[in-house]
């Protein structure tokens, strides 16, 4: 399995200068039309009643990301690091935009739903460089031990400078949109967020065509390889997401919604930093397959567990 594995980290995935101008412009308009969404007086009501907000929280900023390093380290003798590093990846990206559509077809509570995307989404240009930073270091000096690898150096003040460009400006951007324009914010909101669920499933294809078209059609079904890799990282993150809440005695209602966000991360914004040559300079992480394909088989089978998931609490009773 490992072998297999380390054919795809061999791979070369890049894009040219026009598609990652067009992944960057993508990943702008998804940011925009989440921050949208976002009020302050959502922030205020944290406040309120704080418990089910900050236990999402720190299930997103924290236990994710150590769970993943933790599973990572499991795994070592049967994926290679660069997979792993791309597990680290996605579990310090911040809620998926579709989580809060999946709250609401599992009747979770959706008003907690739209809170944690926005905390996390706000917050992400500061926690997604630091926690791949932190949790990636850790599991690199590890894995130099068992694998006689080199160090990896972890990029933490360009992927902290790059999303703060990438993802700031648009969420500014879009929170003063919906502040001062709040009736045009209300009817364009809509019909956004749903092309930017569009765009995403766009990007999504064509890292995966980057993939199939420098892999050998011989050993496509090593994809299932990965899969496998990706299911088990993804089952963790549901995982934590409802027993964490469990172990707190989050009510029911609330712990629907907490379980599918902690389990949709926006492996959209994993998959634009992997392409920003700013960040992973090609001539350091040029054998990236692994962590692409990783990262891009997560933003499809998140959709397929979220609404497995979605449909299984929904003819549930609420305790």
Same mark, same amino acid.
């Given at each position: ?8 980290d ?13 992944v960057n ?15 302050? =007086? ?24 150590a769970?993943t390093?933790l ?20 579990a ?34 500061? +926690? ?26 972890i990029?933490?003040s360009?992927?902290?400078? =790059? ?15 919906s ?43 090593s994809i ?17 997401g409802?027993?964490g ?7 029911s ?5 907490l379980?599918?966000? +902690? ?30 394909l ?5 933003? +499809? ?14 003819r549930s009773k609420?305790?």
């Amino acid at each position: 399995m490992k072998e297999i594995l380390a054919s795809l980290d061999a791979l070369v995935i890049d894009l040219g200068a026009r598609e990652m101008f067009l992944v960057n412009i993508i990943l702008a308009i998804v940011m925009f039309g989440v921050a949208l969404g976002i009020k302050m =007086q959502t922030f205020k009501d944290v406040f309120r009643s704080p418990k089910s907000v900050i236990t999402g929280i720190l299930l997103q900023w924290i236990v994710l990301p150590a769970v993943t390093c933790l599973l990572a380290i499991i795994l070592n003798p049967f994926i290679t690091p660069m997979v792993a590093i791309g597990m680290i990846l996605v579990a310090s990206c911040p809620g998926g935009n579709i989580s809060n559509f999946m709250s609401s077809l599992s009747k979770g509570n959706v008003e907690l739903s739209v809170s944690m995307t926005a905390i996390t989404t706000v917050f992400a240009p500061i +926690v997604t460089p630091l926690n791949f930073w932190f949790w990636g270091t850790l599991y690199s000096r590890f894995a130099t031990l068992h694998n006689d690898i080199p160090t990896l150096e972890i990029p933490f003040s360009d992927m902290l400078y =790059q999303i703060l460009l990438i993802l700031g400006v648009p969420i500014i951007l879009g929170m003063l949109f919906s502040h001062y324009l709040p009736k045009a914010a209300e009817k364009i909101m809509k019909p956004l967020q749903m092309l930017s669920i569009l765009l995403f499933m766009g990007m999504v294809i064509v890292s995966l065509n980057q993939v199939l078209t420098a892999l050998d059609p011989s050993v496509y079904w090593s994809i299932l390889v990965i899969l496998t890799v990706v299911i088990l990282h993804n089952a963790s993150a549901l995982g934590t997401g409802y027993l964490g809440a469990t172990l707190l005695r989050i009510p029911s209602i609330d712990r629907r919604s907490l379980t599918i966000e +902690v389990g949709i991360q926006n492996s959209g914004l994993g998959l634009t930093l992997l392409f920003n040559p700013a960040i992973f300079p090609p001539e350091t992480w040029s054998h990236n397959g692994g962590m692409v394909l990783i990262t891009a088989l997560w933003g +499809v089978w998140h959709i397929v567990s979220g609404l497995i998931v979605s449909y299984a609490f929904r003819r549930s009773k609420l305790e």
